[in-house]
């Protein structure tokens, strides 16, 4: 079994920074990649930002410029710094995993999720 620890989230005002982390543990053979997506109750969960363990990355547009994804791979855990914060990006946040296990098999897992709330 696979685990997703996230931690980092809380509340700051608008235009301020905060860094989510998420260490994932277990019978991992290799990590294909990880991710953050962020969801508002009623609607559908959304990217905002997923890294390759080649370090290729990816961002939704309305974080281009102020969010930074990175990896590490020797501590299975990714980040995402958050700057500039806006009212906007007041929402729940998810880890996503991309992992082979040891049965070469590819998995997902999500992490439970970290509230993010920017006051304006």
């Known amino acids: 079994q696979v685990q997703l620890v996230e931690s980092g989230g809380g509340l700051v005002q608008a235009g301020g920074s905060l860094r989510l982390s998420c260490a994932a543990s277990g019978r991992i053979f290799s990590i294909n990649g990880m991710g953050w997506y962020r969801q508002t109750p009623g609607k559908q969960r959304e990217l905002v930002a997923d890294?390759?363990?080649?370090?290729?990355?990816r961002y939704a547009d309305s974080v281009k410029g102020r969010f930074t994804i990175s990896m590490d791979n020797a501590k299975n855990t990714v980040y995402l710094q958050m700057n500039s914060l806006k009212s906007e990006d007041t929402d729940v946040y998810y880890c996503?995993?991309?992992?082979?296990?040891?049965?070469?098999?590819?998995?997902?897992?999500w992490g439970q999720g970290t509230q993010v709330t920017v006051s304006s």
């Open positions: 890294i390759t363990r080649g370090g290729r990355s």
């Open positions: 996503n995993a991309r992992i082979m296990g040891y049965d070469s098999a590819d998995y997902v897992y």
